[in-house]
């Protein structure tokens, strides 16, 4: 079992920025890769970066070149730096982890609010 734990939302202006972090415990060592979903309002959730093991990163298009996903191996800790932020960007985000199987855990998600 993997726990997560989401913390950093808020509400930012437009243009302005946000980290989020998410801490995982229990059984760190079944992890392969760790991402960032995201969920609006009447929408689906949506993939927006995943980082592997290896610190290879992927992100969704309409994210590129705004936001970075890192890990701090060290704390068990992965990050979500969200620059230029838009009102488009409003969403829960959740933090993922996905072990051997795949099995996928979930945090319970951080609010993040993009408005003027």
């Known amino acids: 079992q993997v726990q997560l734990v989401e913390s950093g939302g808020g509400l930012v202006h437009p243009g302005g920025s946000l980290r989020l972090s998410c801490e995982a415990s229990g059984s760190i060592f079944s992890i392969n890769a760790m991402g960032w979903y995201r969920q609006a309002p009447g929408k689906e959730r949506e993939l927006v970066a995943v980082i592997t093991g290896g610190d290879n990163a992927n992100y969704a298009d309409s994210v590129k070149g705004r936001i970075t996903i890192s890990r701090d191996n060290a704390k068990n800790t992965v990050y979500l730096q969200m620059n230029s932020l838009k009102p488009e960007d409003t969403a829960v985000y959740y933090c993922?982890?996905?072990?051997?199987?795949?099995?996928?855990?979930w945090g319970k998600g951080t609010l993040v609010t993009v408005s003027s």
């Open positions: 993922n982890a996905e072990t051997h199987g795949p099995t996928h855990y």
